[in-house]
């Protein structure tokens, strides 16, 4: 793999252009995002933060890698808490997105309408997304890991967009059977349980 070429300007610098265009976004929505509000939120002249982001796209994009850096590593660091055995990653995914919503989630949901009018902004989370799920998905059955994740997701989703219609008990209890699920053979398990109830029905008949 090639080296990526080094970001422009001063680390710090960029970053605090990066957060102060996180703060914008979540203060006004991903429409009121210009280069000349990112100057002003950080404090810096126009042609300073051109110097890192030519474009708002530019400055989109970089945004939207960040967030996705930013849940590789979250990802990274929960599997590393867990037992090294099949499934570890897939827990570690719905233990990782089932957390309290942070900056990350709310700026990613301020922006979603954003990046759906420009699908070469979406490129960098398709692709995390299909690695991703690739990885969930090496060492447990693909049912398996394509359900967790479905239901995961919609749950995120549904929180984000506050339209969740579960009370507090009601999602504890989702979640445990998510973990659950995401243990190896546990999908197995259900469909020879299934397979059960509908012999011993039969065998009543």
Known sequence: MADKPKARGRPSSREAMLDAAQAVVLEGGAGKLTLDAVARRAGVSKGGVMYNFPTKEALLKAMVERLVEHNRHAHAQVTASLPDRPGRSLKAYVMNSVRALDVDDRVSGALLAALNSDRA???PVAE???GRFARLAQDVPFEQAALVYLATEGLW??????????????????VRMLLRMAEPGAVTAGKAAAQGKTVRKKGKS
Do not use: G, K
Request: glycine share 0%; proline share 4%; charged share 10%.
């Open 121 to 123: 902004l979406l490129a």
């Open 128 to 130: 995390y997304f299909n």
């Open 157 to 174: 989703t549904q929180e984000l967009l506050q339209l969740s219609p579960f009370n507090a008990r009601q999602r504890a209890q989702l």
